[in-house]
């Protein structure tokens, strides 16, 4: 495998230590004076144009771009003085796209939502599938979902809280593993908060597999832990 490379001041290559060192949102990879890789944050963001790239956040507030609202979140993280305000060092993205008003779930439509919910979850497992973007247990899931109408919803809501559950494999899905879910769906489906806050039954802010079975509507006995063997791969 070909590796980055840079050179030195005496002449010849050496590895970019910034290669393998990854930094997550709003932070970039810088070589300090010992030649090490460190995370810092961005220093500017690209301009966007484009209004499809604004995010709305959890402070309700519109931001040009992602990398707008993460780099915010770095600097009041690192206590810098370019720090706006200090409620940005929990700000995250809440849904794509201006803020807006979402609307008001109704409890009809709640408890109506975690059905909708369970086809949906089969329905992107199925298209991943199609796609060949599933692959072992997880295929393996689907494929046995497509079988059987009982395995149809329970696998599928078992797959994506494994899919879901990545940053640790830990057996929780926190706020922050949400995202994937709670961010696409909230400027179209305004019962996907309340119904995801609902699963937190003790409000720890993550979610077991029990507690996202049973707010999926599973029987306790179908609820049974695959993600070993699917982080396994």
């Known amino acids: 495998m070909l590796l980055e490379t840079f050179d030195t001041p005496k002449g010849g290559y050496v590895e970019d230590p910034c290669a393998k060192h990854k930094c997550g949102p709003g932070k970039q990879c810088e070589i300090d004076d010992d030649g090490k890789a460190k995370c810092t944050c961005v220093s500017k963001c690209a301009a966007e144009e484009d209004s499809r790239r604004k995010v709305c956040s959890n402070h309700n507030e519109t931001w040009n771009s992602d990398c707008e609202l993460y780099r915010m979140r ?4 690192e206590g810098l003085d370019e720090c706006k ?25 709640l408890e109506d939502f975690p059905r909708r919910m369970r086809d949906w979850l089969f329905n992107v497992m199925q298209e991943m599938a199609r796609r060949d973007a599933l692959q072992g247990p997880a295929l393996k899931l689907e494929r046995e979902a497509e079988k059987s109408q009982e395995r149809r919803w329970v696998n599928a809501v078992i797959w994506k809280f494994c899919d879901l559950d990545v940053h640790p494999h830990d057996r929780h899905v926190s706020r922050h593993e949400l995202f994937p879910i709670r961010a696409p769906l909230m400027a179209m489906e305004h019962c996907v908060a309340p119904f995801l806050d609902s699963c937190d039954v003790n409000d720890d802010h993550k979610i077991t597999l029990l507690e996202w079975g049973n707010c999926l509507g599973l029987n306790e006995d179908e609820i049974q832990d695959k993600c070993e063997i699917m982080h396994r791969g």
């Open 74 to 77: 770095c600097l009041c993280t």
């Open 85 to 109: 305000q200090h409620k940005y060092k929990h700000v995250h993205i809440d849904y794509y796209g201006p803020c807006k008003d979402i609307g008001e779930c109704t409890s009809e439509e």
